[in-house]
């Protein structure tokens, strides 16, 4: 369990991106975060990390505080949070195999990491996550050779190699088409759910949040202004979240589009 307490966060440039932010996410739960440019999104996902350094509060991930962890232990800790990234942040010349293992990393000591050695465990389960993921047929690929679908799909088994205790997914289809999207959203929830993970998804595309989350939390300013299940996101509130605009109508063509689109092809089973 992921447990936020008054997380905060000044910019030295004065700029507050997060006032006394609290929220948990229990095992298993898959929140997305949603809001306006400039809302804070990122901000959160990097404190709970720590690739940005709150100002104050607690981030409490299975009761230890990362908010006060230091060197070896803010390592330590690093490794148990898996990320998914909009830009998929794959090693390019490395192939998929060599980019999902890399998830291990954090595991294996300096001269093996440095010798990519890895163990026969380690390479068993890569094998099975990238069937998993639909892409036991590519293991040996360069990742610059993968579609942007394909990429992202390793980065979601990189980030499972890992054994995470916590998901955080920023932006993760943002570069990808309609129906590529709703493939991944629909992986990374399975994935959650099967392996009972909690994970925190940064997401714009709203109606892609509202069908593949569990919960959703609005962010503006810096705070919580919404948080509460996916069907109770009502025009009221999306207006209260990102302003006036016409959500009725929004959502009608997307759902004009959605119906002229062939069924989706679940990857996502077993994973
Ligand atoms: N490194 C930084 N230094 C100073 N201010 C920053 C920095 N990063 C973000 N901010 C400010 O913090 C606020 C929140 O930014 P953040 O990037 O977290 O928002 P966001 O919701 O992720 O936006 P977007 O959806 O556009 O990515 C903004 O006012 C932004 O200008």
């Known amino acids: 369990m992921l447990e936020l307490d008054r997380l905060s ?34 901000t959160l996902i990097r404190c709970i990390n720590r690739l940005v350094e709150p100002s104050g ?22 490794r148990r949070i898996g990320m998914i990234f909009q830009e998929y942040a794959l090693v ?4 998929v195999m ?20 890895y163990s ?17 047929d590519h293991f040996n690929k360069r990742a610059d050779a993968l579609s942007g679908g394909q990429r992202q799909r390793v980065g979601i088994a990189r980030a499972l190699e890992q054994d995470p205790e916590l998901l955080l997914v920023d932006e993760p289809t943002a570069s990808l088409d309609p ?21 925190i998804i940064n997401i714009h595309d709203v109606l892609l949040a509202q069908q ?30 990102y302003g ?3 959500w009725t109508r929004m959502r009608g063509e997307e759902n004009a589009g959605e119906e002229s689109q062939p069924p989706t092809v679940d990857l996502a089973e077993g994973l």
């Open 212 to 241: 593949f989350t569990d919960r959703i939390i609005g962010l503006k300013a810096g705070e919580v202004v919404f948080d509460g299940k996916p069907e109770a996101l009502t025009d009221q509130v999306l207006t209260r979240i």
């Open 179 to 199: 129906k590529t999207s709703r493939q991944i959203m629909r992986l990374i929830g399975s994935a959650c759910r099967k392996r009972n993970l909690p994970a």
């Open 57 to 78: 509060g607690k981030v409490i991930l299975s009761g230890t505080n990362l908010v006060t962890l230091r060197g070896n232990a803010l390592r330590r800790a690093r």
């Open 98 to 117: 060599e980019n999902v293992l890399s998830g291990r990393l954090g595991y294996v000591p300096a001269w093996r990491s440095f010798l990519r050695r």
């Open 9 to 42: 966060k000044t910019y030295a440039t004065g700029d507050t991106a997060l006032s006394q932010v609290s929220f948990e996410v229990p095992a298993g739960q898959v929140v997305g975060l949603i809001g306006p440019s400039g809302a804070g999104k990122s």
């Open 92 to 95: 390019e010349r490395l192939t």
């Open 120 to 136: 026969p465990e380690d390479v068993a389960k890569a094998f099975s996550l990238l069937e998993q993921v639909g892409l036991s």
């Open 244 to 246: 006036d605009e016409d």
